[in-house]
């Protein structure tokens, strides 16, 4: 109806808590939302493509990019450098199309610094039971590492208080369709779009 | 899953606007929401049932009610009291249950100073236009009472600013559909639960 930014959204929550799961089935959902795609150093894979899978830099392009904050957020891995590109994301949301990051709560605590107009979203475990479970069960962690990404994953959870909105994971279906409520009411708070609506009152004559 | 009170949500906006549609169809959609019941001075009429259509009270108990701060809204219609009591409302939402609230914008206002923990909603109008054609067709109305309710509906439009969403009636099915997101996304919001999840932190152990 009107020309519309769109927002930015952000799903986090300690590693073992479905995140990835919950993303896939959003998207499966929802047509009208844009993955944001990562930037990396690494290596282009067979069949991958630039500006679909990553959109791929070098190391010293990488650098420069962070060293004129275009990043939302980025980390090492194994030598490689991972990051979100802010240019694809405001050029996504000035065209009117919501843009959906699934991301580790440190990289969240980082785009929360550098786009605080984002909505953070925290997927919580039903319970530190079964989170546990679900980080044994992957079975090719130690008990040493287990206990450190429960140690962990405890820590993140204080993090929460940074967050808009708290989705507990104790169902897919549950967790996505209260993700596509938050997305839906976002888009009617008043604070987004009144200054629109009252542009109408004044086009509108009585 | 944890023990959550109940929110108030307020549906309110510009007379013509179509609150009572979107409201109706609503409640037939939606089975764990309370309908917030009225209090009132009008005699009451056959089939009518206390505590169901209205609770009844006489002029002095009101009046009483209105001394006590009993009251998150009141207002006179032909010699009677109308308005919503403050104590059926807390006791629905302390039992976990939603309360939902249609009233004029004017109403809305009183609550807001009321109860300012609600949510409110506004419902716009597809467009100037078109509430001048919902206003007109009902014909029962002057020239001039129709004019004069068109300037009201403009000065409540004006006080969006004090709503924490805004729906537009384009449709109702996308009324009713964005006003079900904004009721489960207001249940996700971390300040209203944070405490509890972490609660839940405390109670278990790693």
Not at 99 to 104: G, R
Request: hydrophobic share 35%.
């Amino acid at each position: 109806m009107m020309d519309e930014n769109g927002i930015l959204f952000i799903l986090s929550g300690p590693s073992g808590v479905g995140k990835g799961t919950v993303r896939k089935e959003l998207f499966k959902r929802a047509d009208d939302l844009a993955y944001s795609i990562s930037m990396t150093t690494r290596e282009r894979r067979a069949g991958e493509k630039d500006g679909v899978d990553y959109f791929y830099k070098t190391n010293e392009e990488f650098e420069q990019l962070i060293a004129d904050n275009q990043l939302l957020e980025y980390a090492q891995f194994v030598n490689n450098y991972y990051g979100t590109p802010r240019k694809y994301v405001e050029d996504t949301l000035a065209a009117g199309k919501d843009v959906f990051l699934e991301i580790e709560v440190q990289g969240a605590m980082q785009v929360k610094e550098n786009f605080p107009e984002g909505v953070f979203i925290f997927l919580f475990p039903p319970s530190l039971e079964e989170l546990k479970t679900r980080i044994t069960s992957r079975g090719t962690e130690s008990q040493n590492a287990v206990l450190k990404r429960l140690k962990e994953a405890r820590g993140e959870i204080e993090m929460m208080d940074a967050y808009d909105y708290v989705v507990v994971n104790d169902d897919v279906d549950h967790a996505v369709r209260k993700v596509q409520s938050i997305i839906q009411s976002e888009h009617c708070r008043r604070e987004r779009i009144a200054k629109q609506y009252k542009r109408l009152l004044e086009d509108d004559e009585l």
